[in-house]
Structures are given as structure tokens and as C-alpha cells.
């Protein structure tokens, strides 16, 4: 006879028919399309890529030849671009993750607010982040045109002519021409989240805080800010990968120049890749660009992940 | 076991569809996309041929520049693809198919149609640059020189078009003095800057030593003249260019010209059509060629190849087709401004007809743009070099060095 500790629970043994009935195993089969079609268009990829950052192909030669880390001692140590796109990029997500989400969180402050037209306004702030990106590059290239756009036609209006800059074409500046835009773009996204966020405050404690005397900025540093953690960290991180794939305003404004001054590393393994046709250096630029990206996004799937488990949403 | 029969009988069909939609009479030929006057006519080429042998019928595929490239490689890498494919004939380009073994040799046709007795020789040339071989049938040729405003040269005292490099600076110099940019370029797109660099490297060069730096047979940077071209290039992007030019494409600056806002711009031949459509007064601007002191005109060709995997008999009786007196003469102007055929002319010229077949008729020999010479890692680089002396952020007697430094390093 066999003596089962009390505190001992012994499950009955499931066969994999078992499982097809039970609701995980339903919820794996509604999965499997997805996963199929993620494996067939984005992990394949992925691997594709790293395998190809490790060999010399031009798309024509029916053979490819492995080159070990050749390709990265190439971009990291002889490529006269990569550094500079690296530069840019690291540039690019530092001012993103700053800039358009203040923005988006000022825009969400005045919104919130019981104003005649906000609903309307809200959704003009939000318009330009349904506009695609190359759309968005063509309309502020016409506005930076140095002699027909509208910010050259303004500083002239107000007789400033001999203040136009080259907006595009001035190296040390371009970049910065390019983010106005970025911004123009994205500051809506940031303010959506906010707002959302906003409608989570407690307007007791809001008003808790007032009745004992605290000023504007004393709620909103110590009751609103605080409320909305969650919300800026998600607007932050979002922030950080859309800014990491930052890649058709840039050619659609620049092409990366003048001198690739304006150049990225999405942007720079593409060119690589699709237009000199290197497709070994170009998969390599990618992959640099890849580990960027998944540094940042585990840390926050993890926080995301413990969160969820907080709150009791874990399976 | 039912899932397995569904399947095969399914792929059966579709092998069946796909088997019947490439016919053994029918002619494949990708392209990039053609203009509306260039499309009308090959329609209209493609129907006749199509009417002169029954069973035939040509099926044409067009995709944007980057789309048709990237279209050519997939297909060379599967042994698949059209009969036939345009490809600029320049090393960095149509050079890449040839060596990737993606073009038929065309010696026996050439000796079967007598192709070359009707050939201009400047296009004829590019079928000749990969031997032992010929490769490519000429479909284009395209010369680039300067396009000039005859208003604004009055204006700056400038009598008559310069016949020498030194005449065309004491030009610039004058056009500046009257508070007139001399030239204008796009320097948003690479490529467009890149042409005043390519004719100064022909005029400070000369032809043999400009091969050979486009060869990367020697080396840049203890080739004199190429640092020379390079200072005289930031001579005439500091002095003499209308600016800011970085920022906006050849379209902008070719409406800039239009506007009179410069005197002169460095442009193909398609550009007459432009001017003569886009402007009230064509017979305003003039043409020469950029007096680089060679015999040898600035310009690119364009050929058709035949793919070794397709039906290149039928792909090289297309071609006799439309190499024909007849079809150049009654397309003249659809794919340029002179057709490939020295046997055609036009019947009223135009003051930019009587420029161009001047032109063609007066060299017997080209140089190709950088950017069809090079391979395309070295253009890129060659670019990015050009455009940071044109925005002095590098200096331009550093530029060959940098330039050769790339080409030591990249494998």
C-alpha cells in the first residue's frame, strides 16, 4: 500500500487526446494559423538574416559564400556610413522617446479639459498619425523646399530671406528638419495614450488633493504623474521601438543624404541590401539594429509580463 | 489520405494554369515603366509584330527602376524570368547580369540580321563591352550635355556658347559677375551632382586616365588629376551653382531653369521634350556639349537583353523587328530623342533635333555616368564623397584619398 501525503495532489495522467478537448488546447488551435504565418513571414526571416550576415551574396550568384564575421568587421571597422547611422539612430530614439511624448502628454493635459471643440481637436491632433509616413515625408519636403516652401515663403514674408536655411540640404541640420516632421506625426499617438491614461485618475483624489491646499503643479506632480506610470512607460517604450524603425520619413525626405549625413541603420541595411545589393552587409546592419531593438523590448516585455501578474492576469 | 489526394489534384490544376500562361509564341519583356508617348508606341510595335506572325504575342512587364533591378535578380537566381529585359549597358548594371551569366551572347544574330550595318556606332559600342562576346541589343542612346539660356548669355555678354573648358569658367565668371547662377543642380538625388563631377574628371583626365579611375585600375589617390577634378568641382559647386541645391531633385531644378533662375543645366536629351512641352519659348535655350577637350560625348545606353533561359530566337526576330528602318523611323522620338538606327532622321527638325543629331553625329565615342561605370557600393561611396565636398564637409583635395581608401578596404 502506498502512503500519499495529504498535502500531495496526484493528477491523472493526460493523453494529447485529452488536450484537444480542454480550452488550452482550443486555444492553440485558433493559434496555429498565426503562428504559421509568424514563423513563415517573420521568424524565417529573422533567421534568414542572421544566416546571410555571415555570408557575401549579391542576389545574382546562385551560390553564397560564408565570410564569417567579415561583414561585421566590415560595418564596424571600414564602413565609412555605419557609425554615422548608428549616430543618428542612437540620436533619433533619444530625442523620441523625449520630445513627442511631452508633447502628447501637454496636448492630453489641455484635452482633458472640459473645452468647446476638444473632441474635435482631439482628432485633428491625432490625424497625422494615421497618414503614412512617406506621405508625411513628401508634405514636409515641400514645406522645407528652399525657394517654393512654406517656411522659406514665411521667413521672407516677414523679411528674414537672408535667415532661410537649408533645411534638407544643411548636414548639421537636416536630421533635425526630419524629426520636426517625425514629430508632427507621432506627438498625436503619445496624447491618445495619455488620454486614456487621464481617464484612470481618480477625480477624488484630484480633488482630495486641491481641498487640502495643493496648486496646479502639486496635483500634477504628485497625484496625475504618479497615476499614470503605467501609461508613460508604455508610451515611452513605443516610442523607442517605432523611433528604432525609423525609416520612410528619412528617404522619403533625404534618401539619407546629403553625404548619408542623415543616414540610419534601418535605412542604411536597406540600402545595403535592396540597392547595392550587398545583401551579407546589409544583413548585418539589420542584425545590429535587431539586437538594439530586442534589448529594449525584453526588459520590457519582462516588466510587462510581471505586471500582468500583479494585477492576477497571468494564465 | 482524402487530404493528400484534395491536395495533389489542386496543385495539379495550378500547374496546369500555370503551364498554360507561358505559351510557347509568347515573347516576355520586363521593363522599367516607360513614359506614355514610349508606351503608346511599343504597343503599337508589339501589335504589328504580332500581325506579321500569327501565333505570336508579346506580353510586356513594367515595374519602377528598384522594383524591375530587384525583379531581375530574383529571376536570375530562380532561371526564370522574361525573353527579353531592359537594363542600362553600364558595368554597375547591365554588366551585373552579364557576368552573372543572365544574357544570352548575341554574336550569331548580329551576324544573322547584318544588325551592326544599321546601328549607330555609339550605341552599337555598348553591345561591344563585355567580350569576348556581344551582349544586348541597342534599344536607347542617350547623350547628356549643356542646356543653356540664350537670354541670360546675352545678358552676361556671352556672344556664343563656349568651344573649351577655360571659354565655359570665363562664362561662369561673367554669369556670375551679372548676379546670374551659372548652372543649377538637384543635389537631393545623388546621381544629378554626380554628372558635373563625371565631365570634369573626362576634362581634367582625358580619356584614358578617366577609364582607368572608373576601372579602379589605378589608383585615386596618386592620380593628380582626379584631386584636380575633384578642387574644380567645389570651384564650381561654391562659385557658380545656383543654391541651396542639396535639398530639391533634378525636377525642381529643371523647373528652376525653366524659371530662368540659372543659366545653364547638364541634361540628357530627353530634356528637349521637356523644355519643348513645359516652357512657352523652347527656342530660348540652346545645347552643347560640356567641352571637356575629348572626342568623346557624355551619355548611356540602354539595351535589351536576351535572358539565355528564354525563347531567344523569337526574342531576336522581336528585335530585327524593331531595329528596323521602319519601325525607328516611324517611332522617331519615342525612346529619345534620335532612335538607335543611323538610317533614320527626323522630317522637321527642331532646333534640339538639329543640336542632338549634331552631337551624335560629331562623336564617334562616349563615356559612361559614374554611376553606370562603377560597381554600386563604389557609386554609393562616390556619391556620399561628392556631395560632402559640395557641402564643404570634406575637403576637396582629401576627396580621391577617401575615395581610394573605400576601394582599398571593400573586399
Known sequence: MVVVPSDTIVLPRRSWRDGLTSAQAQGWILLAPALAIYAGFALYPMIEVFVLSFQKWNGLSPAREFVGFANYIFIFRDDPVFWMALGNTVIWTALAIVIPPILGFLLALALNQALPGRNALRAVFYLPVVIAPIAVATMWKWMYDPFFGLFSTLLTDIGFQSFIPDWLGNRRIALYSIFAGYVWQHAGFSMVLFLAGLQGVSDSLVEAARMDGASRFQVLRYVILPALRTTTTVVVVLSLIQSLRAFDIVYGMTLGGPAQSTQMLALWAFTQSMQIHDFGRGAAVAVVLLLMTIAVIIPYLLWRARNDKAQGRSA | MKILRYTIAIAGALAA???????????????????????????????????????????????????????????????????????????????????????????????????????????????????????????????????????????????????????????????????????????????????????????????????????????????????????????????????????????????????????????????????????????????????????????????????????????????????????????????????????????????????????????????????????????????????????????????????????????
Open chain 2, 17 to 411: 494554369l500555370t503551364t498554360a500562361n507561358v505559351r510557347a509564341d509568347e515573347l516576355v519583356i520586363w521593363s522599367r515603366t516607360n513614359g506614355p508617348a514610349e508606351d503608346k508606341a511599343l504597343k503599337q510595335i508589339f501589335s504589328e509584330f504580332e500581325a506579321a506572325n500569327p501565333g505570336v504575342t508579346i506580353k510586356m512587364e513594367t515595374r519602377s527602376v528598384d522594383e524591375h533591378k530587384s525583379a531581375l535578380r530574383i529571376a536570375a537566381a530562380s532561371k526564370a524570368g522574361p525573353d527579353l529585359y531592359y537594363m542600362w549597358a553600364g558595368l554597375g548594371l547591365g554588366g551585373e547580369f552579364v557576368k552573372a551569366g543572365m544574357s544570352a551572347p548575341v554574336d550569331e544574330y548580329y551576324a544573322k540580321y547584318k544588325w551592326n550595318e544599321r546601328l549607330r556606332p555609339l550605341a552599337d559600342a555598348y553591345t561591344t563591352l563585355y567580350p569576348p562576346n556581344r551582349h544586348g541589343v541597342p534599344y536607347q542612346l542617350n547623350g547628356e550635355a549643356i542646356y543653356y539660356n540664350k537670354e541670360l548669355f546675352k545678358k552676361a555678354g556671352i556672344a556664343q556658347p563656349p568651344q573649351s573648358y577655360d571659354e565655359l569658367v570665363a562664362a561662369a565668371a561673367k554669369l556670375k559677375q551679372a548676379g546670374i547662377p551659372a548652372i543649377t543642380f538637384g543635389g537631393s538625388v545623388n546621381w544629378h551632382v554626380m554628372r558635373l563631377m563625371d565631365v570634369l574628371l573626362e576634362t581634367k583626365c582625358g580619356a584614358k586616365a578617366h577609364d582607368a579611375l572608373i576601372a579602379m585600375t589605378v589608383k585615386w589617390s596618386e592620380t593628380t588629376c582626379a584631386t584636380d577634378a575633384f578642387n574644380e568641382f567645389h570651384k564650381w559647386t561654391s562659385e557658380y551653382t545656383l543654391k541651396p541645391f542639396m535639398s530639391y531633385d533634378q525636377t525642381q531644378s529643371r523647373k528652376l531653369f525653366e524659371a530662368n533662375r540659372a543659366a545653364m543645366m547638364l541634361e540628357g536629351d530627353w530634356m528637349a521634350n521637356q523644355l519643348r512641352t513645359e516652357t512657352k519659348t523652347p527656342q530660348e535655350f540652346g545645347v552643347f556639349a560640356f567641352p571637356t577637350g575629348t572626342d568623346r560625348l557624355y551619355g548611356f545606353g540602354v539595351n535589351f537583353y536576351i535572358n539565355p533561359n528564354g525563347k531567344k530566337d523569337l526574342a531576336a526576330k522581336f528585335l530585327d523587328y524593331f531595329v528596323s528602318d521602319k519601325v525607328q523611323q516611324e517611332n522617331l522620338g519615342a525612346f529619345g530623342p534620335l532612335g538607335v538606327n543611323k538610317n533614320v532622321a527626323p522630317k522637321n527638325p527642331d532646333v534640339f533635333d538639329k543640336a542632338w543629331f549634331g552631337l551624335f553625329d560629331q562623336y564617334k565615342a562616349s563615356f559612361v555616368n559614374g554611376d553606370q561605370g562603377f560597381p554600386l557600393d563604389v557609386t554609393t561611396e562616390y556619391w556620399r564623397i561628392i556631395n560632402a565636398v559640395a557641402t564643404d564637409t570634406m575637403e576637396s583635395g582629401k576627396a580621391a584619398a577617401a575615395l581610394q581608401a573605400f576601394i582599398d578596404k571593400r573586399g
